[in-house]
C-alpha cells in the first residue's frame, strides 16, 4: 500500500513538505502524532489524525502516539482566542491514560519491527532546565520566525503570554529529541498544526547544520460538514471516544445521523473500507437514499473499531427497541446489564403498589395519578388508545378499557410507546 496515494483518494492529504513522498517509497519511515491530553478521553474530532497513523501502520511504516504530558500544561494556542485553563499534573496523568487505552483499539503495539509506540514528552523535559532549553532549541529559532506563524499572528491582536508563544518551540524540540532518540523522521497532523509542525522540521535541520531537511511535515484536512460548520459536536457537547461520557448508542445515532451530503468524504476519512466498496455503496445509496446505506456503513465501521463488536451489537439493539420494528420477544432478550444502557435518556415515570391497586383499566395506567407525564389526563390517554398510536411493550393498544395486564420487563418497567417517542413505567 502506498500511504501517500491512499491518502490521495480518501481526501486526507492538505500538504505535505517537499520530499516526503519520494522518502516514504524509499525505507520504513518512524511518524508521529501529538495528542494533547487536556480531556481524559480523545473525542471524533481526534479521529482523522488517528487515522492518518493507522494508515501509515497499513502501508508498512512505523507510528508513534505522543502524549503531550509536558506541553498539556501550556496549551495550544493554534485556532484558539484565549488562553487555556491551567491543568495539574495529577489531572493530566489521569488523561494520559485514557488516551493510551483508546489508541490501543486503533493501532498494533505488537506487530514487529512496525509495532506502534507511546511516548509522554514529560519523559523528557521534566529533566531539562530553563536555561539548557534555550541553549538546546532558544537560540536555532528567531522571533521572527516564530512569529510569523499564523497560529501566533492571530492571537497577536487579543494578546498571546509568553508561556503560549513557546509552545511550538516546545512541539519543535519534541519533533527533535524523537529524530535524535527514536529515529523519528516524519510528523502528523491537522491543517492547524502546520506552522508548529514546521518549526520541528526547521529546528532539526539548524541543529543538524544541514542545508538539505532530514525529516518532513504532513497535515490532513480539518474536517468540517458540507455546510461549513465545525464537525465533531452534538447538542449535548463533543462526541466521545469514552463509552462513560457516550454511550456506544449515542456514538451509534451521530453517525447514523449524518447528512447524506457529508457521507461521501466521511466514509472515506474514518473506515478502512476500500476504494471499490465505497463506490459500490455509494451507488446503492444513490438508488436508495431512504434506507441510509452510507450512514449504516459508517456507524458500523467506526463503532465497531471504537467500542468492539458488542458495543455495536448493542447500539444497533437499541435503535431497534426506541426507533425501529422491535418485538415483545426482543424487548424479552435485553440482558439486565443492557436494559439501563439501552433506555438511558428515556423519560420514566414510578408507579407504588397504590397506583396499580387503584387502575381500573389501562387508560388509568397511562394517565397515573395526577402526574400527567405520559398522558396529561384520561381523556388525552383514551384518545391516543382510539387512534393506535400506543403501544405498550411492543404491542399496540386497541381498546380503552382493556384490563390491566402488565409483563413487567426485568421485573420492573414497562415501556410505553407514544407514536415514535418511548417512556417507561418503573414499579416501585
Known amino acids: 500500500m502506498n500511504f501517500i496515494e491512499e491518502l490521495r483518494w ?24 501529538g495528542f494533547d491530553p487536556t480531556a481524559a478521553s480523545l473525542h471524533i474530532g481526534n479521529l482523522a489524525t488517528i487515522m492518518l497513523l493507522v494508515h501509515l501502520q497499513r502501508a508498512g511504516h512505523k507510528p508513534f502516539a505522543l502524549v503531550g ?9 493554534s485556532g484558539r482566542s484565549t488562553e487555556r485553563d491551567y491543568l495539574s499534573e495529577e489531572t493530566l496523568r489521569h488523561n494520559q491514560e485514557g488516551i493510551r487505552a483508546q489508541l490501543t483499539r486503533f493501532l498494533s503495539f505488537d506487530s514487529g519491527e512496525n509495532a506502534a509506540e507511546m511516548v509522554n514528552n514529560y519523559d523528557w523535559f521534566k529533566g531539562i532546565t530553563f536555561l539548557n532549553f534555550l541553549r538546546e532549541a532558544g537560540q536555532h529559532i528567531t522571533v521572527n520566525y516564530m512569529v510569523a506563524k499564523d497560529s501566533v499572528k492571530k492571537r497577536l491582536e487579543t494578546g498571546l503570554s509568553f508561556m503560549e508563544f513557546s509552545y511550538q518551540l516546545l512541539q519543535g524540540y519534541d519533533f527533535y529529541w524523537l529524530y535524535k532518540n527514536k529515529g523519528v523522521r516524519l510528523q502528523m497532523g491537522g491543517s492547524d498544526q502546520w506552522g508548529n509542525i514546521t518549526t520541528g522540521t526547521e529546528l532539526i535541520r539548524r541543529k543538524e547544520g544541514r542545508e538539505e531537511y532530514q525529516a518532513f511535515a504532513l497535515t490532513t484536512p480539518l474536517i468540517t460538514k458540507s455546510d461549513g ?15 462513560a461520557l457516550t454511550s456506544p448508542y449515542q456514538f451509534y445515532q ?4 449524518t447528512a447524506d451530503s457529508d457521507c461521501p468524504r466521511l466514509i472515506r ?8 466498496e465505497i463506490e459500490e455503496l455509494e451507488r446503492q445509496h444513490a438508488e436508495a437514499p431512504h434506507l441510509r446505506i452510507l450512514q449504516k456503513a459508517i456507524a458500523k465501521e467506526v463503532t465497531t473499531r471504537v467500542h468492539s463488536q458488542a458495543g455495536y451489537d448493542l447500539a444497533v ?35 407504588t403498589a397504590d397506583d396499580l391497586a387503584n387502575s381500573k383499566d389501562i387508560t388509568d395506567i397511562l394517565s397515573i395519578g395526577s402526574k400527567g407525564e405520559v398522558y396529561a389526563s384520561k381523556g388525552e390517554a383514551r384518545r391516543a388508545i382510539t387512534q393506535n398510536a400506543v403501544s405498550i411493550n ?7 378499557a382493556a384490563p390491566v395486564e402488565l409483563e413487567w420487563l426485568q421485573d420492573r418497567y414497562v415501556l410505553v410507546s407514544k407514536g415514535k417517542k418511548n417512556h417507561l413505567l418503573k414499579k416501585v
Not at 504530558?69 to 494556542?77: K, L, Y
Open 10 to 33: 480518501r481526501g486526507m492529504l492538505h500538504d505535505m513538505t517537499p520530499g516526503t513522498e519520494e522518502q516514504l517509497q524509499k525505507e520504513m519511515i518512524a511518524g508521529y502524532i
Open 269 to 276: 476519512v474514518f473506515t478502512l473500507l476500500s476504494q471499490e
Open 317 to 351: 439493539k437499541a435503535s431497534e427497541v426506541l426507533f425501529g420494528k422491535a418485538t415483545l420477544d426482543t424487548l424479552r432478550s435485553i440482558q439486565a446489564d443492557e436494559f439501563d444502557i439501552i433506555f438511558e435518556g428515556v423519560p420514566q415515570t414510578e408507579i
Open 69 to 77: 504530558g509536558a506541553t498539556g500544561m501550556i496549551g495550544d494556542p
Open 254 to 257: 451521530f453517525w447514523l445521523s
Open 394 to 400: 411492543k404491542t399496540k393498544v386497541s381498546d380503552p
Open 229 to 243: 460548520t465545525k464537525f465533531g459536536k452534538s447538542a449535548g457537547g463533543n462526541i466521545w471516544l469514552d463509552p
